[in-house]
């Protein structure tokens, strides 16, 4: 097991000393250089705070014998949606993308994706994906190979015009959603939900495509959402009306050419440690994020304890007819108990 406070000191230098430093160190012709393909900015936080310090931990790591190029922005080609099938045909070598972005594909990652299961707790959640990847979600992934799974701080409420404060604000609006699940979140609150990849909402919520979106706040300074939004809505005490699975997954074939030796430097920097790691930095981005909007002028609400509740309730539903959609390709009711008592056992 990896000393936490040793992980957490190495991954701050390496964030430091990134690029110059690490690069330097070592010979400028590593035995593998692989290609990470992603769909967000250069200086989105998931690069900045997650990859390219997960990157520059494999060089180090390695003494200089893999490196990761990271090409963001879908540089290599293609559109969000294709990443996945990239990855999977060895056109990249890596990808970090949104799991509901192919809907379908990941029905059992959903679960940790719905309101009242995701309770807010990023690490915790994170390290129950890790604790049951292996017994309960692995079928779905059979075509790429998991490094790790993680989520974000969970869908807070960016508003372009109008404060929504309880369920029935809802009605009549149309609300970016990012996947199945807050698909089925707003159709339930009786909006019409709009399925995007977050590169395409500034435009959206400026042409009124949509009048506000189901996100978190770490990627609205990336987005400049601020220019865009006004309200900023979440529950009492960081709840959220569920969140987004995200993966970060290798070709098979890339992975299958790594010696056991590198192929152990990747299973240490991607193991529950790291997952601790993916959760700080979450957190620590969101709340960051939120502070950025209010400055420019947006107005932040927490709902009231009673506002909050009138949304759990509203939206318990959701998770039971999640089973029932499910049920007979999945065994639903198992994967949402199992998913509470990991990510209970994970918060404790």
């Known amino acids: 097991m990896i000393d936490r406070r040793k992980f957490l000191a190495g991954a701050a230098t390496a964030a430091v000393a990134s690029p110059f430093v690490l690069r330097r ?17 250069p200086k989105s936080p998931a690069q900045v705070m997650m990859l390219q310090p997960f990157a520059d931990r494999i060089l180090k790591d390695s003494n200089g014998r893999v490196k990761i190029d990271i090409y963001p922005s879908m540089s290599l080609g293609g559109a969000p949606p294709q990443l996945v ?36 707790d990023i690490t915790a959640t994170n390290r129950a994906m890790h604790d049951m990847f292996a017994d309960h979600l692995a079928d779905e992934y059979k075509n790429v190979h998991v490094l790790w799974l993680h989520v974000h701080a969970g869908q807070a409420i960016q ?8 369920p029935s604000d809802f009605n009549g609006l149309k609300i970016r959603v990012p996947g199945p699940t807050g698909t089925d979140v707003i159709k339930i609150l009786g909006a019409t939900p709009v399925d995007m990849p977050v590169p395409s909402l500034p435009q959206a919520l400026s042409t009124h495509v949509v009048d506000g979106a189901l996100i978190p706040w ?75 909007l209010t400055g420019a002028g947006n107005e932040y609400v927490e709902l009231t304890v009673a506002e909050t509740d009138a949304f759990k309730t509203a939206l318990a539903p959701v998770v039971d007819d999640w089973i029932k959609q499910r049920s007979g390709q999945i065994d639903a009711k198992g994967l949402v108990d199992a998913a509470k008592a990991a990510i209970a056992k994970n918060s404790a």
């Not at 508003?159 to 309880?166: E, G, I, P």
């Not at 699975?245 to 030796?261: A, C, E, H, R, Y």
């Open 218 to 292: 770490e990627i609205g300074p990336a987005l400049k959402l601020q220019d865009v939004t006004k309200y900023d809505i979440e529950g009492h005490n960081k709840w959220r009306l569920g969140t987004t699975t995200f993966q970060v997954s290798m070709f098979p074939g890339t992975w299958n050419k790594l010696p056991d030796d590198l192929k152990a430097v990747f299973n240490t920097a991607a193991e529950d440690m790291w997952m601790n790691q993916v959760g700080d930095i979450w957190r620590r981005d969101d709340d960051g994020a939120i502070k950025v």
């Open 25 to 41: 160190a070592w010979a400028a012709n590593p035995e593998f250089t692989l290609r990470l393909h992603h769909l967000l900015g």
């Open 159 to 166: 508003m372009a015009n109008k404060l929504v404060r309880k």
């Open 85 to 120: 099938r990239q990855v999977a045909d060895g056109v990249v070598d890596m990808i970090w993308t949104v799991n509901g972005y192919t809907p379908g594909l990941f029905p059992r990652s959903e679960v940790f994706e719905l309101p009242n299961i995701f309770t807010g």
